[in-house]
């Protein structure tokens, strides 16, 4: 027992000569099990339970073997978007027998910066990350020394590192199409406190959208932002007042997001507002509970476990010698429910 009364891990050698074979031979076990005999491989496997061994992270990259721990670099790991994206990015490096340290930034330049140098200290295999804004300088400094970094949601035509995007300008077109074919001319947009690249493409998709339609965004449509301190949800309610108390109130509200439609509805549902009959709700990214909502939520289906899949292999794929940088993108879809209706 050491001091602090816990039982001692054994090492490679000990394992070695309980089991009765070459510190190589362990090693193969651990590396390459396929090279061991299944009684030598068992053997030696039972033995490591026994002396509680554990192998080293720091030792296997010592030995030039590359790291199993990949940091992901989120927004808000509240949002239930973030936790398919890590399903995604999960799926993705399975096989590599790698796992995620995830982490937020809320959109703050002094964490991202924080949880990058963190990250590059832990000699993480690479970095998956959602970038604050498009200036992604920082980011690409942490590439050029050594870590490698792919960017998930980030901005266009960025060469310098592999990204994968979602088409969010298109996404933002097709919610406001569809509201303005249904008839309507007064929209409101309800805009998200913590905001990076793919919430700003997706509005400025909406606002083209008007403007194609002949309609100015200055006088069709009406942005509210949900406050930084306030949960999304109840917060979204309390804008439903907000937007209803005008002189010309909306007739169909957008959403930045799922989460946000949630309350939004549940603010309409209070003050007696029928969804659709007097007001429609769109949400954005289509997450398992849109469909379940009464009413069934019309929202953007945005493919987010494969936007993870992909950034997942393309990290895994960044120690090939031939390997060049690249941006996948994946388009959106409106699914059409029962929360949008004639005006």
Avoid: K, W
Avoid at 59 to 75: D, I, K, M, N
Avoid at 106 to 135: C, F, K, M, Y
Avoid at 204 to 216: H, I, Q
């Amino acid at each position: 027992m050491t001091r602090a009364g816990r039982p001692r891990r054994g090492g490679m050698r000990q394992v070695a000569q309980l089991a009765g074979v070459s510190v190589s031979t362990v090693a193969n076990v651990l590396n390459n099990p396929r090279l061991v005999a299944a009684d030598t491989r068992r053997r030696v496997q039972e033995v490591m339970t026994e002396v509680g061994f554990v192998r080293s992270g720091p030792a296997r990259q010592l030995r030039g073997l590359p790291s199993q721990l990949v940091g992901v670099v989120t927004l808000d790991q509240g949002n239930p978007f973030y936790a398919v994206l890590n399903r995604g990015i999960e799926d993705g490096l399975a096989d590599a027998g790698c796992v995620t340290l995830t982490c937020s930034t809320d959109v703050r330049p002094e964490t991202e910066a924080r949880v990058l140098r963190l990250l590059e200290e832990q000699a993480v295999r690479g970095i998956l990350i959602t970038p604050n804004s498009p200036d992604v300088g920082g980011i690409l400094d942490v590439s050029r020394r050594g870590t490698p970094v792919v960017l998930v949601d980030g901005p266009e035509d960025c060469d310098s590192v592999c990204s994968v995007t979602i088409d969010h300008r298109l996404g933002g077109q097709l919610v406001a199409a569809h509201l303005i074919a249904l008839g309507h001319r007064r929209l409101a947009y309800v805009r998200t406190a913590v905001e990076a690249v793919p919430a700003i493409d997706r509005l400025d998709g909406f606002r083209a959208a008007l403007r194609t339609a002949g309609l100015d965004p200055a006088t069709a449509l009406v942005e509210v932002r949900t406050s930084p301190a306030a949960r999304l949800v109840e917060d979204a309610d309390r804008i439903v007042d907000e937007l209803l108390d005008r002189a010309d109130p909306p007739t169909a509200i957008a959403c930045a997001n799922d989460l946000a439609a949630v309350g939004v509805i549940r603010g309409l549902v209070r003050r007696g507002r029928r969804v659709p009959g007097d007001v429609s709700v769109v949400g954005y990214d289509d997450l398992d509970f849109a469909a379940l909502l009464h009413p069934a939520l019309t929202s953007v289906r945005t493919p987010v476990r494969e936007l993870g899949r992909a950034a997942a292999r393309m990290l895994l794929d960044e120690g090939g010698d031939d390997h060049h940088h690249a941006e996948v993108r994946f388009e959106p879809t409106l699914a059409v429910r029962d929360s949008t209706g004639p005006p």
